[in-house]
């Protein structure tokens, strides 16, 4: 039983370039999210899923996209990175209430 | 929008101490949760409180949900280095989207 896991763990992108995200979840769980965390400012949501094939803008959505295609992973893409989209990216899922999180993607824009 | 203060950003304190960390907003919240996250991890919950002037206890740890349903407050018995983290609070809206904190950074000195 692995939790959330996220992959990759590190990545480093010029601007302009794209990338994917993913967040995987064995717990079954409905809702998935993805956050960004910057320092000073906590954890803010990107996008977040409240079931397979639906998607939702979060707090801060713009320059990024998502999918869930299947119940157990969300996928988060930049199409093309800006250093302002420097940041640690969590994924977490929950069923309802406790959200349980992914170790985070530490993403550097140069 | 709805944000949520956590006050103090930073907190330095030699073991055994006691400390206080406030979780403000003027929004109402259907609960309030807690989270902890150490370097290079997810956050994990500690606790959700549910009802106005609900307090719960967990070992050294105490927290308390304001009667209007607006506040929460984070309360340390003799801190030890192992409580050394980011506590975050959130906000829990329409049961499943959270609103977090920008986090309060604990580092408790030996």
């Known amino acids: 039983n692995a939790g959330v896991t996220q992959t990759p763990k590190f990545r480093v992108l010029k601007t302009g370039q794209s990338m994917t995200l993913l967040c995987a979840q064995d717990?079954?769980?409905?809702?998935m999210y993805w956050y960004r965390q910057d320092p000073g400012m906590g954890l803010r949501l990107i996008h977040y899923?409240?079931?397979?094939?639906?998607?939702a803008k979060g707090e801060v959505p713009d320059g990024y996209n998502v999918s869930r295609l299947k119940k157990q992973n969300f996928l988060l893409g930049l199409e093309s990175a800006a250093p302002s989209q420097t940041s640690v990216y969590f994924c977490?899922?929950?069923?309802?209430?406790?959200?349980?999180f992914g170790p985070g993607t530490r993403l550097t824009v140069l | 929008t709805q944000l949520l203060e956590q006050s103090p950003q930073f907190l330095s304190i030699q073991e055994g101490e006691n400390l206080t960390v406030y979780c403000n907003s003027s929004?109402?919240?259907?609960?309030l949760q807690w989270y902890r996250q150490e370097p290079g991890e997810g956050p994990v919950l500690l606790v959700t409180?549910?009802?106005?002037?609900e307090v719960k206890k967990l070992k050294r740890l105490t927290f308390q949900f304001g009667d209007a349903r607006k506040d929460s407050s984070l309360h340390i018995t003799a801190a030890q280095p192992g409580d050394t983290g980011l506590y975050l609070c959130?906000?829990?809206?329409?049961?499943?989207?959270?609103?977090f904190g920008a986090g309060t950074r604990l580092f408790v000195k030996a």
């Open positions: 977490a899922s929950s069923r309802a209430g406790e959200q349980f």
């Open positions: 717990m079954n769980h409905e809702y």
């Open positions: 899923s409240v079931g397979e094939g639906t998607t």
């Open positions: 929004s109402v919240f259907s609960s």
């Open positions: 409180v549910v009802t106005g002037g």
């Open positions: 959130a906000g829990v809206i329409g049961g499943f989207k959270t609103i």
